[in-house]
């Protein structure tokens, strides 16, 4: 029997800013409690990711009793409420999803366009948010799914091939250990804690896993390394899976994580 356990829980609360390490994570319709609620737009509604502005993995976000705050060194930080009231729709879009989210204000405005050096506005998911995942399930500003999971051993496989295996640059939302790397492959369903999953996509990478998380500078080599050894079928580089969870729950660093190939336990 597998003795596969939960070592890494991440939250990002806006998303492609900085993440946050958990010791427990309450999991809900969305996935993981705030993660990716908010998102940073530009003027059109469109939504800015380390893609084309790298610095914003700079902008720390930190969940407070009462107020998600966001912080950037030498920059200050900035308070945003989380029981706002009165907060003007905006439509925004994510990829090929577009919808309504509610305005967050001038105040962080102004202070993300001093940061990132363009304009920019900080949206929140809308409460009758409806974007759901090709499985059915919903999904907040996330690329595609609500959990990325990714094992500890495919990250020392990537380090021991020259690349820079961090969670900070990949982004998982769980990390399993215990398990041989890139097993996450083969699992058709899971279980972390009280939450199972439904195994979605690999996951095909971008520029990001090649951006210092530190600084936003683009420092290459892991996807050099991932496309010399991690191709899907179309040529893209893959490191982890999506998948979509069935029920809420609750999911804690050091769970028992149950694997599932086919129906069988792995």
Same mark, same amino acid.
């Given at each position: ?18 993440? *946050? ?10 996935? *993981? ?6 998102? *940073? ?14 610095? #914003?993995?700079?902008?720390? %976000?930190? #969940? ?35 919808? %309504?989210? #509610? ?44 959990? #990325? ?87 893209? %580089? ?12 609750? *999911? ?15």
């Amino acid at each position: 029997m597998s003795s596969y356990r939960v070592s890494g829980l991440f939250c990002y609360p806006v998303k492609s800013c900085a993440g *946050i390490a958990l010791k427990r994570a309450r999991v809900d319709d969305f996935g *993981i409690v705030h993660d990716r609620e908010w998102l *940073i737009v530009d003027v059109d509604g469109k939504a800015l990711t380390q893609r084309i502005v790298p610095q #914003l993995c700079r902008i720390q %976000p930190s #969940l407070e009793y009462d107020h998600l705050s966001l912080a950037v060194k030498r920059r200050g930080t900035v308070a945003v409420p989380f029981q706002a009231k009165g907060l003007a729709e905006r439509q925004v879009e994510v990829w090929s999803w577009s919808g %309504p989210a #509610l305005d967050e204000g001038d105040e962080v405005a102004h202070w993300l366009g001093k940061v990132l050096g363009r304009p920019a506005r900080l949206v929140r998911r809308h409460p009758q948010h409806y974007r759901r995942t090709p499985q059915g399930n919903f999904v907040g500003f996330a690329d595609a799914y609500p959990f #990325l999971v990714v094992s500890q051993a495919s990250f020392d496989d990537l380090r021991q091939r020259g690349g820079a295996g961090t969670a900070e640059r990949f982004r998982p939302n769980v990390v399993v250990d215990g398990c041989a790397a890139f097993a996450e492959d083969l699992w058709s369903e899971m279980s972390a804690g009280a939450v199972p999953m439904r195994a979605a996509t690999a996951c095909s990478r971008c520029v990001i896993v090649d951006t210092d998380q530190r600084t936003g500078r683009r420092s290459p080599g892991n996807l050099a390394t991932l496309l010399a050894y991690r191709r899907n079928d179309a040529g893209k %580089p893959i490191f982890g899976r999506n998948f979509c969870h069935e029920r809420g729950g609750e *999911i804690m660093v050091n769970d028992r994580v149950i694997a599932y190939i086919n129906g069988r336990q792995a």
